[in-house]
């Protein structure tokens, strides 16, 4: 199976950080905010509404034509397409924690479509994809036929966590007319509450506590991403196994370790803690025998004084 889209340069999607405000005569004022663990029941009810009364176009991906472009589309069930199956009986959950208040956990909805034939990404790769992203109501507020590379730790935890349910392409064609054609990527769908989304701090254009709907086509992965170039591959800084890298601060100096040099605030960088071998393994010394690496051991310094 095969798509292929012009290759523009690669950009993240970064989950913006803004102020929802209004103006009134006494000037701005925060919208308040709600209680997180209230707000599931109200986002499921909206997401669960919607995958029960809409279906997507199966009936394309189960007999493809040649051209077929392998993008998932929406509709309502209703007149001529009232037989059609419910999204409810198709999707598949997971259950994710919110990353600011872990104690709140989401039924996650996604939808697999298209599984992909090659490698899966893991929460911190990058993911080369093309995607749409909508509201319930099926309009759209972005979107990218050509393909994007994404730091998977830099997206919303929804998009995040549908992604990583698909696997990529198996061959990548470079063209003679500079497009990409990409045979076995994987296509989905993900249902995201708000609380797995922009939550409060939404971009331009999309309203505070947005239930949205991602939908993308996973094209290639890249593995081993080291955020900090300390030596210590990001997969590794996950201390806590959560798969969460943002609270993980071994110092706790408010910089996660995937992006602290200086893991444990020693004064000595990470990467002269560890030895990197000429074949590029990786080592962890434990100079003090306390069964903490060095490089996350503070103390370490004084006690090799």
Sequence with gaps: ??????????????????????????????????????????????????????????????????????????????GENADKTPLIEQVMTKQVFDRVKPEVIYTLYYLKVKEGEGDSPLYADEALVTYKGQFLNLDTFDASDAPIKFDLTQVVTGFQQGVIELSGATNII???????????????????????????????????????????????????????????????????????????????????????????????????EIIINPDGTVEYPDSSGNGIPDYLDPDYPVLNN
């Design 174 to 272: 470079e063209n003679p007319d500079g497009t990409l054609t990409f045979e076995g990527f994987g296509a989905g769908a993900v249902f995201v509450p708000s609380g797995l989304g922009y939550w409060l701090n939404s971009p331009s254009g999309i309203p505070v506590y947005s239930q949205l709907i991602f939908t993308y086509k996973l094209y290639d992965v890249t593995t081993d991403i080291d955020h900090d170039s300390d030596g210590v591959p990001s997969l590794l800084e996950d201390l806590n196994g959560n798969e969460y890298l943002g609270d993980d601060d071994t110092d706790e100096n408010g910089v996660p370790n995937y992006l602290d040099t200086d893991d444990d605030g020693d004064g000595v960088e990470t990467i002269d």
């Design 1 to 78: 199976m095969k798509s292929t889209y012009r290759f523009l340069t690669l950009i993240l999607l970064t989950a913006l950080v803004v102020s929802s405000c209004r103006r009134d005569d006494e000037g701005p004022e925060r919208i308040p905010e709600r209680d997180r663990a209230a707000e599931v029941t109200a986002a499921t009810a909206e997401i669960e509404a919607f995958l029960q009364t809409h279906f997507y176009n199966y009936e394309d991906f189960e007999n493809p034509t040649p051209n077929f472009d392998y993008k998932i589309v929406f509709d309502t069930i209703a």
